[in-house]
């Protein structure tokens, strides 16, 4: 599928759901359709790249939307102001190429997951904490869900919340780099593809490390 006939979800416009939005216009995706009810806050603004002062109490996929189509205007730009749950999942998220997940939190995850393996979409996960970023992809070309992958697992991603772990702006970009590469490779039907594999970068000690899943 070429990028131009892609119509990409992003879920969550918060860090990395911007700088993610941002290289998706950049590159040209034909439909970028963005998920959030959230209003912009003062204290996002270092790390929610498409926000300034003007944005404060404003709805973060509006403003979103408007900065977006000021870069590029042959996409086609949706902005749905709802929180994704189990109630509106399926319908929101049915007629995705791919699903990139932008939100921090353990829940919401669960919920797009579902709608993901219900109907065979790929959906690109990226979590950060402190200096450290997660990056793997899940249900693509039948590979397991990152339900069946992270069972009982909750633990482990309760601290992604990106005010409580003192994420840090660069952080946040090289994560959101590594999650629209994932895009661009499944896109290209790569053999690459993050499918069963956890990439794991931690910028205070230079590290790179890729994992395999079980």
């Known amino acids: 599928m070429t990028k131009e006939e892609a119509h990409i979800f992003v879920i969550g416009c918060g860090g990395l759901g911007c700088a993610t939005a941002l290289s998706l216009t950049l590159l040209g995706i034909g439909k970028l359709t963005i998920i959030d009810d959230d209003r912009v806050e003062i204290d996002n603004l270092q790390r929610q790249i498409l926000f300034d002062l003007n944005s404060v109490g404003k709805y973060k ?3 979103a939307k408007a900065k977006l189509e000021a870069r590029n205007k042959t996409i086609e730009i949706t902005s749905i102001k709802e929180r994704v749950s189990t109630k509106n999942s399926k ?6 190429t791919i699903v990139v997940d932008c939100t921090d939190n353990y829940a919401s995850r669960l919920v797009i997951d579902s709608a993901c393996t219900e109907f065979n979409i790929p959906m690109v996960y990226t979590g950060v904490k402190g200096t450290e970023g997660h990056i793997s992809v899940f249900n693509y070309k039948g590979g397991k869900s990152f ?7 909750q633990e482990a991603f309760q601290s992604e919340d990106c005010n409580d772990s003192r994420v840090m702006p660069q952080i946040v970009t ?7 590469n994932e895009v661009v490779k499944i896109l290209q039907d790569a053999s690459n593809v993050l499918q069963g594999k956890l990439q794991v970068f931690n910028l205070s000690k230079n590290s790179f490390r890729l994992f395999e899943l079980k």
Do not use: G, I, R
């Not at 319908?91 to 995705?96: E, F, H, I, S, Y």
């Open 61 to 63: 996929c509006e403003v």
């Open 174 to 180: 090289m994560a959101s780099s590594f999650q629209v």
């Open 91 to 96: 319908q929101l998220l049915k007629n995705a």
């Open 147 to 153: 339900t069946a992958t992270f069972t009982n697992d």
